[in-house]
C-alpha cells in the first residue's frame, strides 16, 4: 500500500478535504493509506507523530495556498522535509495548488504540480472537476509506483 502524506495549512482544510475525499476510493480498495494531522490522537506528542508519518511516505503532497506560504512550519519544516526526502529518492512530492499563489517561484516550483496545468482549485468552475483531476494525477504517479 502506497503511503501519502497531506501538508497543508489548517486554513485551507476545507479544500485539502475536498481532494482527500476524492481519494477515498482508492483507500477503500487498499491502494493508498492517506495520513494528516487530524488524526493525531489526543494525548500525542503531535511533532513526532508529524515527523514519523512523513518519514514513512511515498508521497508528500503539498497544499499549496497564500496560507501553506505564509506558514512557517508548512513552508519551512515540512516542505523543506518534503524537498530533502523528494532528492533523496525516498519521497515523491506532487504541489496540489489549492488557490492563487506564488509558488512557482518558491522551491515546489520545480515540481510538477496537480491539478491540470497548475490551475488552483478554487479558480475552476468546478471544483469537483479539479479536485478529481489533482486525485487522477495523484494515482497515476501511484500506479507507477505500484508496478
Known sequence: MI??????SHADEVLMNSVRQQLIVFEREKRILKW???????????????????NTSDIILLFLSP???E????????????IKRHDAGLSIVIPVILRPCAW????FGKYQGV?????PISTWPNQDEAT?????KIMSVVDRLQK
Open 115 to 119: 491539478p491540470k496545468d497548475g490551475k
Open 71 to 82: 506558514s512557517k512550519y508548512c513552508y519551512e519544516v515540512e516542505g523543506q522535509e518534503a
Open 3 to 8: 503511503e501519502i502524506f497531506f501538508s497543508y
Open 104 to 107: 512557482q517561484a518558491s522551491p
Open 67 to 69: 496560507d501553506f506560504i
Open 36 to 54: 494528516h494531522d487530524r488524526m493525531i490522537p489526543p494525548g500525542s506528542a503531535w511533532k513526532s507523530e508529524i515527523d514519523s508519518r512523513m
Open 132 to 136: 478529481l483531476d489533482a486525485a487522477m
